[in-house]
């Protein structure tokens, strides 16, 4: 089942970073685990992007053929695992 997330997307410019909030659509048997990111706040203020420091954060690790990849999503790691329990529930059509 695919979960939308919102990833935090770092793109290094060499002398600056540039942040964005991409959606991404995560495959839910893949995740090895998901768990709350706090280093990242710093991170953000250290780089005076004030916009996105007041956000929380989750680290999802997910497996990927033979290696783990790891991405920053928005919301802690409980609205995250929310997010993918309420997708394999079972729903009526007509609700």
């Not at 954060?57 to 695992?81: D, H, P, Q, R």
Request: proline fraction near 0%; aromatic fraction near 8%; hydrophobic fraction near 35%.
């Amino acid at each position: 089942m695919l979960v939308e997330v919102k990833k935090l997307k770092i793109i290094n410019d060499g002398y600056r970073r540039k942040i964005s909030i991409d959606k991404m659509y995560v495959n839910s048997n893949h995740i090895v685990s998901i768990s709350d990111y706090d280093g990242v706040k710093q991170f953000l203020l250290s780089e005076s992007l004030g916009s996105y420091e007041d956000d929380n954060y989750s680290l999802i690790k997910m497996s990927n053929a033979s290696t783990v990849e790891e991405i920053i999503v928005l919301g802690t790691s409980e609205e995250i695992f929310a997010k993918f329990n309420k997708s394999s529930e079972k729903v009526l059509l007509n609700e």
